[in-house]
């Protein structure tokens, strides 16, 4: 079946313009172009097995991996082009195209032949996987879009592992390309030295191949046409009348029609108008291209050699077409096709190897002469010298002619002891190369004794079949019939097994390429996704900001009362405007996530009319803080928590400045029930120890006694959480684990019993750490441990305290706010009251609220004072633009609903209210306990002497009553 055409003409038959200058290589030596497709070529012939070459040679190899990438980047720069075999059609019948490549948009494009203008389909690269099967015909592959399934043959296997290694590099190279021209942040846009090519390269699994002469390439379009009725496309018949007609037209002769598009007229150069420097033939490119032939219509040039004519067409960039009207045609370097003469290289190149031995000789010869001269220098430099000394004296010439001989007899054996030296290096080095071979020659003595060891057991072997066969005729000849060919088979078994197992070898390793191509560019498309996905993030909180700020705008005008009538109307429609309009955002908002994790209302409701315009902005400011904190605040938070939970038990925790510090910015939820039993148990440890199923028992004793109080609980079950998804619901499970939990603390501690409130705290536990006898023990741990004596009985005296000390702290810190209450006639303490009785629960959101609670549970009683202070100081301006009281009341019973920024409010509780020691808190706590104590005992005092006084006029006014009844009768 045939892709879809008619998209564009053939990019190869259709190219124009000129040919780009080449790439000018510079090279140390005049051998190195040469040498390169030397070694290239071991390569592939060593390694890869794909075609036979010299296997003698002991030339050492260069690195595949160097040697990978600069084939890759030679072979990259030519054109991807050539005839291939494609499956298709109802018959799945071979049809033979043209396919080329298109780099712009990764596309590989086929014709039914090379002169053709139209394609007949194209192949999207981009995003294909590549694949060849071990048992289908020699040369086939097959290329997988998310579309359907190309299955393509090459004319034979270096064919195809060309094609396949060349089409991995093309999907990279554009993937590579587009991450270079966005401008989103990648770690693999940039390429330093061609590393992330070689990285990529499949070279690193597979050697490059070759390119295959005459089958790929600008030339392979030469290839005469199959005839064959299958190879025509019926599928696309508009297509092929199309290039038959363009092939009318340009009255191309039979001999022609063979030919390509691609014919080459001649190459034209004018080196007077080029700035490009003759370049010696030593650095010529290569791979050479040898010039084309001349079309009749062409001037006559002067003759010149090949190899010269060859080197100017890639040097310059004239060059044009010749087409069958005698037009000529430009075109660019992809499109020119060249002839390349690798036999004539190949000897140039090794005969220049020749050369460069030869010099390297007589190089080393120079430099023995110029070392010898060297020493003859020194030794006359000596001589002088001591003549000199000499000769300064009179009558000392016969001492000096001794000293001479001297000095010639120290040179002489000077001599010969660097002789000795160097005989004895080139011993020594001889003994070490005998004993080396001495080893060697042991080993084969070894390997020779083994396989003749072997050799006789198989003789003792065969020579008890022989005697078996001796005293058996009949036997002699099946067995020996059915042992041979038996043998046969087996070696013919075991030599396929060993080219399976090669076969399986290279797939292997193509497949592993591909895999590590696909990788990485998952990997590459993750980190855009993700750096999208953030930038989505904050152009969404910052639209979220501003149509939260516009908002605000409308109920500030909504609020002014000099507006005249028509305004109010206005800023009316304009509020219902952004109310409808936003109702599908809020909708969807909703649908996706309408409840957080523990089945908190992520958004407030509000019954009141004029509290929807409020409702939406603190919507907007939450959606824009959640955005901007998930990939900033709450990602470093947890790798901070999983840096420090990481290889440590649940009873492993210890207190620790770190840990508080982490439990001040909030436990993620992943750790949070691990976190919160811990601090629990360490907290109740003692009581747990003494009493290890204290629950159970309470548990027990609560379904066969009635508790004085759970009438009470029973009625307040009912008013928890009515907003939490888990306590909406009269049939909920949750309210019977609240229920027995609340029973079970009633009968643990008589002393307070059940105080409302406490349901709120046990429910919260129970959301958390979802285990009955957990949430038992946290409130346990709260009211016994972590809240001061009398904060829930009856008098509710320590309540009472700590609301005194909260105005003393409130105005030290907020003295303004403080001023501006009691000019006013504000109490705070009727709001603050329930926010320390229930720890701030169905006061503060559900996510500022659970990291009160983190801290609240480690730290104690200080969090509330320090969170009550940062929220007044959160809202302080607001509240200071209120100048009435009643008002005032009004926004202080729910201002805490829009608190929105979790972190700027930890920091105001932690970081601005500093310095806040526990000791004072205490000091004051106590002080104001005994005042309340005094003034609690001077209230019963009067309430006695009241009761007293009641009584003694009741006595009083019975008597009076009895004396008149006495006088009336």
Not at 80 to 107: D, I, M, N, S, V
Not at 438 to 456: F, G, T, W
Not at 626 to 650: E, H, I, K
Request: charged share 25%.
């Amino acid at each position: 079946m045939e892709g879809e055409g008619g998209c564009k003409g053939n990019p190869s038959a259709l190219a124009s313009g000129s040919l780009p200058p080449p790439r000018e290589k510079h090279q140390s030596e005049s051998g190195d172009c040469c040498s390169l497709v030397e070694r290239l070529e071991e390569t592939h012939t060593d390694i890869m097995g794909l075609s036979t070459g010299d296997q003698g040679k002991e030339a050492p190899q260069p690195d595949s991996a160097a040697v990978g990438l600069r084939a890759a980047e030679h072979i990259s720069s030519t054109k991807l082009c050539g005839y291939l075999h494609k499956q298709g059609g109802p018959l799945k019948a071979w049809k033979y195209r043209w396919f080329t490549y298109e780099e712009k948009k990764c596309q590989l494009f086929y014709y039914r032949t090379a002169q053709d203008l139209n394609p007949l389909g194209k192949v999207e690269l981009c995003n294909a996987t590549f694949s060849y099967p071990l048992q289908g015909e020699e040369g086939t592959f097959h290329i997988q879009t998310p579309e359907r399934i190309f299955i393509l043959k090459a004319a034979n296997r270096d064919a195809k592992m060309y094609w396949l290694q060349q089409l991995q590099l093309r999907r990279w190279q554009h993937r590579d390309q587009l991450s270079a021209d966005s401008s989103l942040p990648t770690s693999e846009n940039l390429m330093q030295n061609g590393q992330q090519l070689l990285d990529t390269c499949p070279a690193n699994f597979l050697p490059t191949v070759m390119i295959p002469p005459g089958l790929v390439g600008e030339e392979a379009a030469n290839l005469p046409v199959q005839t064959n009725p299958l190879n025509v496309s019926i599928k696309h018949p508009l297509i092929e009348i199309q290039n038959s007609v363009q092939s009318l037209l340009l009255r191309r002769t039979s001999q022609d029609l063979r030919r390509s598009v691609f014919w080459l007229d001649s190459f034209t150069t004018d080196t007077s108008k080029t700035n490009t420097p003759n370049i010696p033939s030593s650095n010529i490119p290569t791979i050479a291209v040898s010039p084309a032939p001349m079309s009749p219509q062409s001037p006559v040039q002067s003759a010149e050699p090949e190899s010269e004519r060859a080197h100017e067409g890639l040097q310059y960039p004239g060059c044009s077409l010749s087409l069958p009207n005698g037009k000529k045609k430009k075109c660019n370097s992809a499109t020119m096709p060249v002839d390349r003469k690798e036999a004539s290289i190949l000897e140039r190149a090794s005969r220049l190897q020749q050369e460069k031995l030869t010099l390297a000789e007589e190089v080393k010869a120079q430099k023995e002469l110029v070392w010898l001269l060297h020493k003859a220098l020194e030794a006359a430099q000596l001589e002088k010298r001591a003549c000199a000394q000499f000769l300064a004296a009179e009558g000392e010439q016969e001492r000096l002619e001794m000293l001479r001989h001297g000095e010639r007899c120290a040179a002489d054996l000077r001599d010969q002891l660097e002789q000795l030296r160097r005989e004895n290096d080139s011993l020594q080095r001889s003994l070490i190369e005998r004993d080396a071979h001495v080893a060697e020659l042991q080993d084969s003595v070894k390997l020779l004794m083994e396989k003749n060891q072997a050799k006789q057991e198989v003789i003792l072997k065969l020579s008890e079949q022989v005697a078996a066969c001796i005293a058996d005729p009949r036997r002699n000849i099946s067995t020996e019939c059915i042992s041979t060919q038996t043998f046969r088979q087996l070696t013919q078994e075991l030599d396929s097994l060993k080219d399976d197992i090669e076969a399986y070898k290279t797939q292997n390793k193509f497949l592993n390429s591909e895999i590590y191509q696909l990788t990485r560019l998952w990997q590459n498309s993750s980190e855009q996704e993700k750096s999208l996905m953030v930038k989505c993030a904050y152009l969404e909180a910052s639209n979220c900001q501003m149509e939260s700020r516009y908002l605000g705008v409308l109920r500030k005008l909504q609020e002014n009362k000099e507006l005249t009538a028509a305004q109010r109307d206005t800023v009316r429609t304009l509020i219902e405007d952004a109310l409808q309009e936003n109702l599908k955002d809020v909708i969807k908002f909703n649908s996706v996530r309408e409840y957080d994790e523990y089945g908190f209302k992520l958004v407030p409701d509000y019954e009141v009319e004029e509290m929807k315009l409020l409702s939406k902005i603190q919507a907007l400011e939450i959606r824009s803080n959640n955005l901007l904190s998930q990939d900033v605040g709450d990602r470093s938070v947890l790798a901070r928590w999983t840096q420090y939970l990481g290889g440590r038990s649940p009873d492993d925790l210890s207190s620790s400045p770190e840990l508080k510090v982490l439990l001040r910015w909030g436990i993620p939820r992943e750790y949070r029930r691990r976190v919160w039993r811990w601090m629990v148990r360490t907290v109740t440890r003692s009581l747990q120890e003494r009493h290890p199923n204290l629950f159970q028992q309470l548990c027990e004793k609560s379904r066969n006694t009635p508790h004085p109080a759970s009438r009470q609980i029973q009625l307040d079950l009912h008013r928890t959480l009515t907003t939490n998804q888990h306590f909406c619901s009269p049939s909920s499970p949750a309210l019977e684990q609240l229920h027995r939990v609340l029973l079970a603390f009633a009968w643990q501690n008589p002393t307070v019993g059940y105080c409302q409130g406490l349901n709120r705290l046990a429910a919260l536990a129970l959301l958390v750490l979802q285990n009955e006898e957990d949430a038992f023990w946290c409130l346990v741990a709260i009211v016994q441990f972590l809240m001061p004596q009398d904060y829930y009985t009856k008098t509710l005296l320590g309540s009472q305290a700590d609301q005194r000390v909260f105005k003393e702290f409130m105005a030290e810190k907020l003295p303004r706010l403080v001023a501006h209450l009691e000019e006013h006639n504000v109490d705070v303490s009727l709001i603050t009251f329930n926010w320390f009785m229930v720890v701030f629960v169905e006061s503060l959101p559900s996510d500022i609220l659970l990291k009160v609670w983190d801290a609240f549970i480690f730290e104690g009683t200080k969090v509330i004072f320090r969170y009550a202070l940062a929220l007044f100081k959160y809202k302080e301006d607001d509240i200071l633009k209120i100048h009435d009281s009643v008002e005032i009341y009004q926004y202080l019973r729910f201002f805490t609903k829009t608190v929105t920024d979790s972190r700027k409010l930890t920091s105001i509780a932690f970081e601005d209210l500093n310095p806040f020691p526990m000791k004072l808190l205490r000091n004051r706590r106590t002080l104001h306990l005994q005042r309340l104590q005094a003034e609690l005992r001077e209230l019963e005092k009067l309430q006695k002497e009241y009761a007293s006084e009641s009584t003694q006029r009741k006595d009083k006014d019975l008597d009076l009553i009895a004396s008149e009844d006495d006088d009336d009768v």
